[in-house]
């Protein structure tokens, strides 16, 4: 990323300035069931970005632009949080069908041909999406919750480089 766009993008070194007194938490709504409407539109995102970090970070890097956000881990771990109780507790979608592991790897598949057209026939041979998309897709349909993405993903990368 071009140094002059990184700067209009983070301008400091932090963003201890930008408090939000709007917002105000207490312990309580740490604790509360959220409500909202899961969308076909935001399990495939949730997928579609999931997978495009993973891939990222197989390949040494930590911090990735996708679609104009600049991703971490941290985005990941929220997308795969996020599917992984949607299957688990059987959560409908809006239009209808249940989140549930055969739904998950069916949209897998075709968030991949979504990627493939977007970074290119070459970039997608060349890189790691595929086995990106049979991690992240083994994380979401688990029966037991991964504590990181990153430690198994981590044993992939060590174990590549022996």
Not at 102 to 120: D, S
Not at 139 to 157: G, I, K, Q
Request: net charge negative; glycine share 8%; aromatic share 8%.
């Amino acid at each position: 990323i071009a140094r002059e766009v990184f700067d209009r993008i983070m301008p400091g070194p932090n963003q201890v300035s930008k408090l939000r007194a709007d917002v105000a938490v207490e312990a309580k709504d740490l604790l509360d069931v959220p409500d909202g409407t899961i969308t076909e539109r935001g399990v495939r995102h949730n997928l579609n970005v999931g997978v495009q970090y993973l891939e990222a970070w197989l390949r040494g890097t930590g911090c990735v632009p996708i679609y104009n956000l600049m991703e971490d881990a941290a985005t990941a771990e929220i997308s795969r949080a996020q599917l992984w109780q949607w299957v688990k507790h059987k959560s409908r979608m809006a239009e209808g069908p249940v989140v549930d592991a055969p739904l998950i790897r069916r949209f897998l598949g075709e968030e991949l041909e979504k990627i493939e057209a977007l970074v290119g026939a070459s970039r997608f041979a060349t890189g790691q999406y595929r086995e990106a998309a049979s991690m992240f897709g083994d994380f979401v349909t688990a029966d037991r919750f991964e504590e990181f993405l990153t430690l198994p993903a981590y044993e992939r990368v060590v174990g590549a480089a022996r």
